[in-house]
């Protein structure tokens, strides 16, 4: 398969599979904001493990398909970069399904979560901070700035995803490149 290709096909498949770690973060999204409870809390935290994990059998599961286009099984001459840019592109395209899901429920179905988890974050500040000089600064600060909206907070999902993606990706590049097929 010539560079090209390549990097068509790994758009292509990372697309597909980030599908399936979308749906993944969807439904960490919805434990988390349906739940009060520590059932909810416990699932939402095992999600948020099984990612990472997730993360590498997608991964796996793309190298394998490489060797499958290539009528080779027994190829092993996928690079750690193209690895690497799948990680980042499923990280991507999997937050992009998240910040979608995020947007329609903070701004249509709940618009008043995100002020709502402000005003528990400040509470929680003037409830245990040992520094009220520093918490009233940052209260200051908050409502200078303001509740952020709806599609700054989706925007930020994909921004941060694409960093955790690349974080993970290096060891998930790694493990899978030299995993043996």
């Known amino acids: 398969m010539n560079p090209l290709e390549l990097r068509q096909y790994t758009t292509k498949q990372a697309m597909y599979y980030g599908m399936w770690l979308g749906a993944l973060l969807v439904l960490k999204l919805v434990a988390e904001v349906l739940s009060d409870g520590s059932i909810g809390?416990?699932?939402s935290g095992f999600l948020t493990v099984l990612v990472?994990?997730?993360?590498?059998?997608?991964?796996?599961?793309?190298?394998?398909?490489?060797?499958?286009?290539?009528?080779?099984t027994a190829s092993t001459d996928v690079t750690f970069g193209t690895l690497l840019r799948f990680?980042?592109?499923?990280?991507?395209?999997?937050?992009?399904?998240?910040?979608?899901?995020?947007?329609?429920?903070?701004k249509y179905i709940n618009p008043d979560y995100i002020a709502q988890q402000v005003a528990s974050l400040i509470d929680t500040l003037t409830k245990y901070a040992e520094n009220k000089q520093s918490v009233n600064d940052l209260?200051?600060?908050?409502?200078?700035?303001?509740?952020?909206?709806?599609?700054?907070?989706?925007?930020?999902?994909?921004?941060?995803?694409?960093?955790?993606?690349f974080i993970l990706g290096l060891p998930i590049a790694g493990l899978v490149k030299r995993k043996k097929l």
């Open 139 to 165: 209260i200051s600060q908050i409502k200078e700035v303001g509740v952020p909206s709806a599609s700054t907070v989706a925007v930020q999902t994909i921004w941060i995803n694409i960093v955790v993606g």
């Open 52 to 72: 990472p994990f997730m993360a590498y059998w997608l991964t796996l599961m793309f190298r394998r398909s490489i060797a499958i286009y290539d009528g080779d």
């Open 87 to 106: 990680c980042i592109y499923l990280f991507f395209f999997g937050s992009m399904i998240l910040a979608i899901v995020q947007f329609i429920y903070y």
């Open 41 to 43: 809390a416990f699932f």
